[in-house]
């Protein structure tokens, strides 16, 4: 076994930037045909002219639920299979105490993170993976294993996402594979909020005195997409720096 993703093919949502885009180049470099999917058009075609041609795009808004088949009819009809489903598409509209959060962006975060997801999930397995195999990755976040401050309705549907990862990953083996990777706070415009006007200081409280890179997960999900991690499914890696281990003194 290697870590090799030759002659497969890859749906990567939330792909123009962050996590989903480190996530389709190291696929790429390993092998991999991979689709792009996320919201805007105009910048899908400039990621997918620098990677070249073994990448495609699809405009899709993941927490639009009804164009998320979309994605799969433009997959099955271009390629006719897939291989890999990397769910990484992500919104947190709101910051702040969850109990005052409205219902409006409650539904956005709600679709975006979890039901986008799901159906992806669905509409692939049921159209090709329950036959023919396939490997699931969900991206989540060490939010939907802890409390956090002011981003409460973004953990709660990343904790949803972790035991519905568990939960598919018993029910759709031997065929599918179904994993999750939970990152800690990584460079991303996603997560700006949470670091842009201190990111030094919180450096310094981690173990590996760093914050997160983008492709810091994208490694994580090459090796969750390979036959290295063929033993694998239903699990959640964390990958967070050494946050979750700082013990209660701080480190020294």
């Known amino acids: 076994m290697e870590l090799s993703l030759l002659g497969k093919v ?13 996530t389709a180049e190291a696929f790429i470099r390993a092998g991999a045909e991979v689709v792009l999917v996320s919201r805007d058009e105009a910048v899908l075609a400039q990621v997918q002219q620098r990677l070249g041609e073994k990448s495609s795009y699809l405009a899709v808004n993941m927490g639009h639920i009804e164009d998320v088949a979309k994605v799969v009819d433009y997959v099955m009809t271009k390629y006719t299979k897939v291989d890999i489903l ?5 919104a947190n509209p709101y910051f702040g105490n969850l109990a005052d959060i409205g219902l409006t962006l409650e539904q956005k975060t ?3 993170n979890l039901l986008g997801p799901f159906e992806l999930i669905k509409l692939f397995y049921n159209s090709y993976m329950k036959d023919n195999g396939g490997n699931i990755i969900n991206v989540a976040s060490v939010g939907g294993l802890q409390v956090e401050w002011n981003i409460g309705f973004y953990n709660v549907t990343k904790a949803a996402l972790i035991h519905m990862t568990r939960h598919l990953g018993a029910e759709m083996g031997p065929k599918v594979r179904v994993n999750a990777i939970a990152p800690g706070l990584v460079k991303t415009k996603l997560a700006q909020i949470l670091w842009e006007d201190n990111e030094s200081e919180i450096a310094q409280r981690l173990p590996l005195k760093r914050i997160g890179i983008p ?23 964390v ?10 003194g701080g480190v020294g």
């Open 215 to 237: 492709e810091d997960i994208a490694n994580i999900a090459l090796f969750l997409a390979s036959d290295l991690s063929s033993w694998m499914t239903g699990q959640v890696i």
């Open 110 to 112: 709600l679709d975006v």
């Open 239 to 248: 990958v967070d720096g050494g946050a979750s281990i700082i013990p209660a």
């Open 10 to 22: 890859a749906v990567v949502t939330g792909a123009s930037r962050g996590i989903g885009l480190a």
């Open 86 to 90: 990397v769910n990484n598409a992500a």
